[in-house]
């Protein structure tokens, strides 16, 4: 248990400095995702954050509605993300599960928002995983899709460079994500930029807007 909480601590003091750095780049990581949750305007839950990582995201949807399943392909940083949701004051109303995003184990149409926020350029599988967004969406739900500006992945290779490290882009674009949502019958009904992201709400074709 020692070892487990050393390690958890490890991975914070990692999580602060990253953030720090960010921060002295001109990127505020925190107040992006709030940015991007706010983005929807609102929103019902339950909510569902697809790959959480370290869970700034499940954490901004937290304080707008009362459940939020947070899922990762990698459980690697899930004791990270609870800490920080623990931290944020929003623990109880988050649900960790690790699942593939082209496979999600949940009913059609069990959230009222499915969000996502740099995970678009990581997708393996990005029509299986666009297909599953949609299928578990509400009629009436929200699908919030958010990755980098051309500017921010710029700052973002580059402090990964400075670890002498790449920072992989594959996946899609978010273009390309809404176009292939658009020939599964949605539409874009919100559109913003900021916080080095660009950020993009689709609804099903006749479902009511706010």
């Known amino acids: 248990m020692e070892d487990a909480g050393a390690g958890l ?7 602060d400095k990253r953030t720090a750095q960010y921060l002295g780049m001109g990127f505020d990581r925190i107040a992006a995702a709030d940015f991007v949750a706010a983005s929807a305007g609102g929103i019902s839950g339950p909510a569902l ?9 499940a954490i901004a949807l937290a304080r707008r509605v ?10 690697t940083d899930r004791d990270l993300a609870a800490l920080l949701a623990e931290e944020a004051g929003v ?5 960790f599960e690790l699942c593939d995003a082209a496979s999600l184990p949940f009913r059609d149409g069990s ?3 499915v969000a996502t926020m740099d995970a678009l350029h990581h997708l393996a599988d990005p029509a299986a995983a666009l297909g599953e967004f949609k299928r578990v969406l509400s009629p009436d739900g929200k699908l919030v899709l958010a990755d980098f500006s051309a500017e921010g992945f710029e ?13 992989p882009v594959l996946g899609v674009s978010l273009g390309e994500a809404e176009d292939m949502l658009a020939r599964l019958g949605m539409r874009r009904v919100v559109r913003r930029s900021g916080h080095l992201h660009e950020v993009s709400v689709m609804m099903r074709e006749g479902a009511a807007s706010d």
């Open 111 to 113: 959230f009222g928002c």
């Open 9 to 15: 601590l490890e991975k914070k003091a990692a999580f």
């Open 49 to 57: 954050d697809v790959g959480t990582g370290r869970g700034v995201t």
């Open 91 to 95: 623990r109880a109303r988050i649900r």
């Open 66 to 75: 009362t459940e939020v399943v947070s899922i990762d392909v990698d459980a």
């Open 155 to 167: 700052l973002i290779a580059r402090a990964h460079r400075e670890q002498g490290r790449e920072h």
